[in-house]
């Protein structure tokens, strides 16, 4: 089975520039709202096929982010029943349109393990990522690894500046979550949590009631898109100051609805019962808050509210 394809031809001297970077940053949550200039096509390797993702909750995570992770991703095939409100779904079909002209890309959980007993130490450094991803490849060696950190767990590389991450190791990419809530929630859980630089803007309630749990969403979103797009480096992308890697969300930081500016997340929902803020609903009527997505057809991002 092939599982990644040149989607469209296109040779771009960036590429080999591009390869240079190791590791690449999903720089979310930063209280901006300014839009990048075009992301590029650069003709690379993107998904084909559908995704299969072998999840490891890697320390002691609580039932309310494992549950609102795996909510997200049930619900990115799920169709709305007619509901006024946004779905995941329309927003995970905005992604789906990277690759597919019309078909959503189908998602599926293939394995989930845990490590509750902090096997590798709490910190993890880029030799533990790698053998974290071979674990969790183990029996599905198509699978995209989904790494999520505990609260307690630094991972390197990340609430500087990033607050996710995903690369690729011998081929195969993955995705890793930090987890903000204790470790960097002034950089990595707005809008949910006062910013620690940029506009103060105003702090919103987590649709799950879990700071750590919904800026987790955002950043598996962000990962999921970048994936889908930029596998390899070589896709989606464009690149910014610093040799950053600006890609499918990081083009459009810090906005979840129409009318964001700078530390304003632009027009959200909030539910009456819990005062939770939110933008799109998926599997049982579960809330999320999910990030704009730069759109390629209109060149220009796009919410789902
Ligand atoms: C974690 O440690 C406990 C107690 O030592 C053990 O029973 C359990 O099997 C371990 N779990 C994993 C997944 O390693």
Sequence with gaps: MELWGRISAAPHGLLALSLL?????????????????????????????NLDLSILFYGQLGRIQKNALRAFLKSLNQNARGGAEPSVSSWWHMVSSYVHNDKDIAVRVVQQYVDPNYTHGKVMTRDFIKILVEKAL????????????ARDVTVEGLCIGRCSEHGDIDG?????????????????????HKADYGPAGPVLKPPSGDIGADAMVISL???????????????????????????ATTACPGMFGTGA??????????????GGAYNAVGFKGKKFLLPALWNPKTESCWTVM
């Excluded at 949550?29 to 096929?49: F, N, R, Y």
């Design 21 to 49: 970077l190791l590791l690449l940053a999903i720089p979310n949550a930063t209280a901006v709202a300014e839009p990048a200039s075009a992301l590029v096509d650069h003709g690379g390797e993107m998904l084909k096929g």
């Design 138 to 149: 183990v029996g599905f060696p198509h699978a995209v690894p989904v790494i999520v950190a």
């Design 172 to 192: 195969k990419p993955y995705v890793i979550l930090g987890n903000p809530e204790t470790e960097c929630p002034g950089a990595c859980a707005w809008p949910f």
């Design 221 to 247: 979103a962000s990962g999921l898109a970048s994936v889908v797009s930029n596998p390899f480096r070589t896709g989606l992308f464009q690149l910014g100051h610093k040799s950053s890697v600006i890609e």
């Design 261 to 274: 500016t700078p530390g304003y997340t632009g027009k959200v929902s909030v539910d009456i019962r819990t």
